[in-house]
């Protein structure tokens, strides 16, 4: 089945404590991009990457990093989370540019930063 | 630079009535329109999309939306609601590198 998958679904985790959200998917998808959704905010996107080893910054990559090793994976690394990076996060992927082509979501991660 | 407007943050319909919720857009390219929904707990589905091709466009579930460039207009719309509709529904501007969402519209569909 066609998807994106990410891990964990649910976290709870004190500030500073360095944490990654594991994002893949198995469509052979070139694009991928990391969102946080917050209420009357909508979907924010963090980082994107148009395909191995080329990321860009999006429009609120403070706080975060990230990696493309490898084409199926995209992780979200918090060096030092903060309570304001409590959100819900979602991976996404595409089969190459953003334009036209749709993304397909993943599931979401809630985090709680306290 | 590209923008999304949703222009109602929560609509309240009955079953059976019709569905509109509204988007305007801002881009300075031909863009590329989508129409995501959000159902509780789960990740977004695409509803529909507009390329270019028809201005008309049908998607899922029986939703449809108007491309409408002249007003900068992108409404969803369906005939009948039915009360698995209550969802988030996102309305998303995209040129190629770069894809902006409303803030989205929450449905509630009373029996």
């Known amino acids: 089945e066609a998807q994106v998958t990410q891990n964990p679904r649910y976290l709870i985790t004190v500030t500073g404590k360095k944490l990654t959200v594991t994002c893949s998917q198995n469509m052979n998808h070139e694009y991928m991009s990391w969102y946080r959704q917050d209420p009357g905010l909508g979907l924010r996107q963090i980082y994107y990457?148009?395909?191995?080893?080329?990321?860009d910054k999006g429009d609120v990559p403070e706080g975060y990093k990230v990696s493309r090793k490898e084409k199926r994976n995209f992780p979200l690394i918090l060096e030092s989370p903060s309570p304001n990076q409590t959100s819900l996060y979602f991976c996404?992927?595409?089969?190459?540019?953003?334009?036209?082509?749709?993304?397909?979501f993943g599931p979401g991660t809630r985090l709680t930063v306290t | 630079a590209q923008s999304v407007t949703q222009l109602d943050s929560h609509v309240s319909v009955s079953e059976g009535t019709p569905v509109l919720l509204r988007c305007n857009y801002s881009?300075?390219?031909?863009?590329?329109l989508f129409w995501y929904v959000q159902h509780p707990n789960k990740g977004l589905q695409l509803l529909l999309k507009y390329t270019s091709a028809a201005t008309l466009v049908k998607g899922i579930n029986g939703f449809e939306a108007e491309f409408k460039k002249s007003e900068t207009s992108f409404h969803l719309t369906k005939p009948s609601a039915h009360m698995s509709d209550a969802a988030e529904y996102f309305c998303v501007v995209s040129d190629r590198v770069d894809m902006r969402f409303g803030a989205g519209t929450r449905l509630t569909v009373k029996p």
């Open positions: 881009s300075s390219y031909s863009p590329s």
């Open positions: 996404a992927s595409s089969l190459s540019l953003a334009g036209v082509l749709e993304q397909y």
């Open positions: 990457s148009m395909n191995v080893e080329v990321t």
